[in-house]
């Protein structure tokens, strides 16, 4: 008799839980029905877009008006605006509920010129290639020569060879420490052409001999060092290949 009552009490007991596991799927299709029905798409804005108007970046987003909220994939919109338009460096689209959809964009800046035999491309402080330009064009800033750019397209990122004399990591830190320095404006050329060492061009004044594996932060300190010692009128080599001393040579009229 009372093995009878522990099985009964045991046979509710799981329907009891049946039932509520049901109840809980019900529950979850309703929301998830509703979510799909009601947070639609009515309004996309575009900020931060300086150079791209808000139809091209509509265009490239991708993004239809009745679509659903909750099932636009941001990452995939994000890759789109960042790959088409080139001087586009990051997308942040974020949901403004009920029914706004905003894309935050962030475009980056032109920081030197990578110029080949035919082809001259300004590249990002990131190394992205924002734009092919004309072989004498990108007046104002740095230009790079003696570099051969792997496949270049708008909107990849620098690609070097391996056997090159200078790699991407390299050149990007290099111009990341002339920037952080204010020294980028007064460099014209970055060359490295030699295998030896890379040459600066810099205040119109000096050729800065650097190896290609500096540290460049040290490098250009010790630069700066050597030019507050000379005279406004004076030109020269500045010589900072060796390890353990820095030294200018002056040009001899």
């Known amino acids: 008799m009372a093995r009878r009552r522990r099985n009964k009490r045991y046979r509710r007991g799981r ?3 049946l039932l509520r596991f049901f109840s809980f799927l019900v529950i979850c299709a309703a ?14 804005e575009v900020a931060g877009n300086l150079r791209y108007t ?26 789109r605006i960042t790959q088409q338009l080139p001087y586009v460096q990051s997308v942040r689209p974020w949901r403004h509920w009920p029914n706004t959809i ?12 990578v110029a080949e035999a035919e082809n001259a491309w300004l590249i990002s402080d990131e190394g992205k290639l924002l734009e092919r330009i004309d072989i004498d064009g990108g007046e104002g800033y740095p230009r790079i020569t003696g570099c051969k750019l792997l496949l270049p397209t708008e909107g990849s990122y620098l690609s070097l ?21 204010d020294m980028l404006a007064n460099t014209s050329r970055i060359d490295c ?30 630069l700066e060092e050597i030019i507050k010692r000379l005279q406004d009128n004076e ?8 390890p353990d001393r820095s030294f200018f040579k002056p040009d001899l009229y």
């Open 235 to 242: 030109t020269g080599t500045v010589i900072l290949t060796l």
């Open 102 to 113: 905003v894309l935050q964009l962030e475009e980056g800046e032109p920081i030197a010129v």
């Open 193 to 222: 052409t030699s295998a030896q060492m890379l040459v600066l061009r810099y205040a119109g004044r000096f050729d800065v001999q650097l190896p290609y594996d500096a540290d460049y932060g040290k490098k250009l300190y010790a």
């Open 31 to 44: 929301i998830a029905a509703a979510l799909i029905l009601f947070f639609k798409v009515e309004t996309i």
């Open 15 to 17: 329907l009891t839980v």
């Open 161 to 181: 060879p391996a056997d090159g004399h200078i790699t991407d990591a390299q050149l990007l830190t290099l111009l990341k420490e002339l920037k952080e320095r």
């Open 54 to 79: 808000e139809e091209q970046v509509l265009e490239v987003a991708g993004i239809e008006r009745g679509e659903n909220m909750f099932l636009i994939n941001k990452y995939a919109i994000a890759d």
